[in-house]
């Protein structure tokens, strides 16, 4: 099954903690993307890759890190400098950027910092 | 950052009613995707749209790409209780690399 997976699904946190949300893409596609959502907001870009070994900030890229050192992985950390990480944290992919730029999204990561 | 205008915010359906709703922009957009969230999952692609003018059907629904390029619409006939959800549309600017931007959905629920 071609797909993206997201994992955790639920993640709870102590405030001060670095965590790292986990998202896997076999869809052979070269951009991946970070989102964050929160209640009554549309999606927020938090950072983007277009290739391995390539990204860029978003809108909201303060407090968060990524890494893309494989095609198929774009791993998201939310670091304690993030002033308020608790939100619904979606990944998602497309086969380039640009044109005909249609993102398909997991099933997303809801991280509750207590 | 660009904005996208999408409304309604929130209505509610009585199953068989028809639902419209839309996304403005004073931009103009070469890409509109229209997705559904189902609550606590990721969106799904319904419709996506690459022409001024395009209008493309996908079961029920049914999304045009207006034709001054600034605007969307989405057309469900006759809801069912399962387009229950939260509707995004989302539009690729002209002239950008390809980072999307999304409306803040349209909520769609049940009459009481």
């Known amino acids: 099954d071609g797909g993206i997976t997201q994992s955790p699904k639920y993640l709870f946190r102590k405030e001060g903690q670095n965590v790292t949300l986990s998202c896997e893409q076999n869809l052979n596609h070269d951009a991946m993307y970070w989102y964050r959502q929160d209640p009554g907001q549309g999606l927020r870009l938090i950072y983007y890759?277009?290739?391995?070994?390539?990204?860029q900030k978003g809108e909201i890229a303060e407090g968060y890190s990524v890494s893309r050192e494989k095609k198929e992985s774009f791993p998201l950390t939310v670091t304690s400098a993030q002033k308020n990480p608790t939100a619904f944290y979606l990944c998602?992919?497309?086969?380039?950027?640009?044109?005909?730029?249609?993102?398909?999204f997991g099933p997303g990561t809801r991280l509750t910092v207590l | 950052g660009q904005q996208l205008n999408q409304s309604p915010q929130s209505m509610f359906i009585q199953e068989g009613e028809d639902v419209s709703m839309n996304c403005t922009s004073s931009?103009?957009?070469?890409?509109w995707l229209w997705y559904k969230q189902d609550p606590g999952e990721g969106p799904v692609l319904l419709i996506a749209l690459y022409k001024a003018g395009e209008l493309t059907s996908n079961g029920r629904l049914t999304a045009q790409f207006g034709i001054t390029r600034k605007d969307s619409f989405l057309n469900i006939s006759a809801s069912i209780p399962s387009d229950v959800g939260i509707y995004f549309c989302a539009g690729l600017l002209r002239g950008s690399q390809g980072n999307l931007i999304f409306g803040k959905g349209t909520k769609l629920s049940v009459k009481p």
């Open positions: 998602a992919s497309s086969i380039r950027t640009g044109p005909y730029n249609e993102q398909f």
């Open positions: 931009s103009i957009f070469n890409t």
């Open positions: 890759s277009q290739r391995v070994n390539d990204f």
